[in-house]
């Protein structure tokens, strides 16, 4: 049975981060990556909105830099999953896909969360070609383009209303006659000239070439079928957040999100703490991301020495 002081769950801005600092502490944290080393940053190319980086940066390379400092500073991080988690006391056990064991004294989550699609073949031939599940990272490059958005709920509107302000055209595709958003979201986007509502509407399929989407497929409640023309299609029906290792042992919200306690990132269960999307259910930002592993790593050296 492997032992450390500190593990970190995640290879995200959220996980790289507590690393970074966990490692500076003299914690010797061990990170593994899990399912998407780098996480959803490496779907997408270039980020605009990262401080720091005045022409934007490539997402793969933001991560593999993070990944870098992290290991060069002494975080051991290594590849795959955990498969089995018990909290029930510390130190807290996990088991990973590779058959190791470990027993860690404090344990940082940062698993992230996974956009949810709709499950087509060509949505996922251009993801990073156009399909995008963040308008506030991608709409910039859409700027005077028509784009469409899916989804009917808070999110779909800020993000249509968001794109509108970038965009020559937003379309939003909607399954049902009606938006399921708050009412100043309903009224905000029904009030937005240049966005236009295909209302009992669904989406067949992902239109494109080899530069990416060209546009949309799409079906309405009647059976009559039609194409749009469109340089952008944009998700927002939602996140799943990657907690159900945990949710035996913390707490989390009705969505699946990790609740942390006032401004730290400390769980109900003394020693875990958790970071990044797997907790944020509002702002999902790669910078916000970072700096809750920074706190999540403060958080655990504080909580460790108080153990001492």
């Known amino acids: 049975m492997e032992k450390t002081r500190c593990l970190i769950i995640g290879g995200g801005p959220a996980g790289y981060t507590a690393a970074i600092y966990a490692s500076r502490a003299a914690l010797s944290p061990i990170l593994y990556e899990g399912m998407q080393p ?11 909105n990262y401080p720091g980086f005045k022409d934007g940066i490539d997402g793969n390379e933001l991560m593999n830099a ?3 400092q992290a290991v060069r500073l002494g975080a051991d991080v290594r590849p795959g999953m955990a498969v089995k988690a018990d909290l029930s006391s510390r130190p807290f056990h996990l088991s990973f896909d590779s058959g190791a064991e ?8 940062a698993t992230g969360a996974t956009a949810k699609y709709l499950g087509l073949p060509s949505e996922d031939k251009y993801r990073g070609m156009g399909v995008s599940a963040c308008a506030t990272c991608d709409g910039f490059f859409y700027r005077k383009k028509d784009v469409a958005v899916v989804g009917g709920g808070d999110t779909a509107c800020e993000e249509a209303t968001y794109l509108a302000t970038l965009c020559r055209k937003v379309y ?5 006659d009606e938006l399921r958003a708050s009412k100043a979201m309903r009224e905000r986007v029904l009030s937005t000239p240049n966005i236009e509502m295909l209302w009992n509407t669904s989406t067949q399929e992902v239109l494109g070439d080899e530069y990416g989407v060209t546009g949309a497929r799409l079906l309405r409640k009647n059976g009559e079928i039609f194409d749009i023309e469109i340089d952008g299609f944009f998700l927002a029906i939602g996140h799943h957040p990657v907690s159900e290792l945990f949710s035996q042992w913390v707490e989390c919200d009705e969505s699946g999100y990790i609740v942390t306690r006032g401004k730290g990132t400390e769980t109900n ?3 875990v703490f958790a970071a990044g999307d797997v907790q944020d259910p509002r702002y999902r930002q790669a910078v916000n991301a970072a700096a809750s592993g920074c706190r999540a790593a403060l958080d655990a050296e504080r909580f460790l020495k108080e153990q001492k």
């Open 66 to 68: 993070m990944r870098a």
């Open 269 to 271: 269960v003394e020693g």
């Open 102 to 109: 470990i027993e860690a004294d404090a344990l940082i989550i």
């Open 172 to 176: 939003m595709i909607v399954r049902r």
């Open 38 to 48: 780098g996480g959803q940053l490496t779907t997408t190319t270039v980020i605009e």
